[in-house]
């Protein structure tokens, strides 16, 4: 167990419609970054988060978003969703803002139809 | 051309063998890391590296920062260690951008 969890575990929907996948980092982590990992296009990193503030971006879609809040928590919200939207979304976490090991959580599988 | 390349792609080897996966990378890189996937899908990270080498149980990394080479090595393989292996690195010119291999995707028999 990574200490960090990810909600929901999986989640269907239909193409069109609005997610939101939430993380929680470790306790003590300030950093919080998203990944995608798709059959296709393997592990890609979307967008890193430190103690609120974005911090880097990767490969994030527009219609992609997220935060993270006053206690840490982060949200990666996906709208408009395709069906190459389907994939695994993990979170990780990390204490400090430079590149310290990072921690990963379970992952939530996303399937639109 | 991917920034990270990972070989193989696939490895089948017998329990108790000794296992070397590679990692080569064309970008400068502050760090490396070495994950490993199983079957589930969850992700753990197993080294960070900057230089020189990691030994943890029977698992050793080593990475040549003037080669832009790591290797990830397994003593005395054994079937649990069945699993994705993979290569991701701290892209220096992009921040704190990871940027990963496609994997290798090993078995051992038993």
């Known amino acids: 167990d990574s200490g960090v969890t990810q909600t929901p575990k999986h989640l269907i929907t239909a193409t069109g419609q609005r997610v939101t996948l939430r993380c929680s980092p470790r306790?003590?982590?300030?950093?919080v970054y998203w990944y995608q990992q798709s059959l296709d296009q393997g592990l890609q990193f979307l967008i890193q988060?430190?103690?609120?503030?974005?911090?880097a971006k990767g490969n994030i879609l527009e219609r992609f978003s997220a935060q993270q809040f006053p206690d840490l928590h982060s949200e990666l919200n996906l709208s408009s969703l395709e069906l190459g939207d389907s994939a695994l979304y993990f979170c990780?976490?990390?204490?400090?803002?430079?590149?310290?090991?990072?921690?990963f959580g379970p992952g939530t599988r996303l399937t639109v139809l | 051309k991917n920034e990270v390349e990972q070989s193989p792609q696939n490895l089948t080897a017998q329990e108790g063998e000794f296992i070397t996966i590679n990692c080569s990378y064309s970008?400068?890189?502050?760090?490396l890391h070495w994950l490993q996937q199983h079957p589930g899908g969850g992700i753990v990270s197993l080294f960070m590296?900057?230089?020189g080498k990691k030994k943890h149980g029977r698992l050793i990394a080593t990475i040549n920062i003037q080669e832009k080479h790591s290797s990830l090595h397994i003593t005395a393989s054994h079937p649990r260690d069945s699993a994705v292996y993979i290569c991701?690195?701290?892209?220096?010119?992009?921040?704190?951008?990871?940027?990963f291999g496609a994997g290798t995707i090993l078995r051992v028999k038993s």
């Open positions: 990780a976490s990390s204490h400090g803002l430079e590149y310290n090991e990072q921690f």
């Open positions: 306790s003590g982590d300030l950093s």
């Open positions: 988060y430190y103690n609120g503030e974005e911090r």
């Open positions: 970008v400068g890189i502050s760090a």
């Open positions: 590296l900057s230089s």
């Open positions: 991701a690195v701290k892209w220096k010119e992009y921040g704190n951008k990871l940027v």
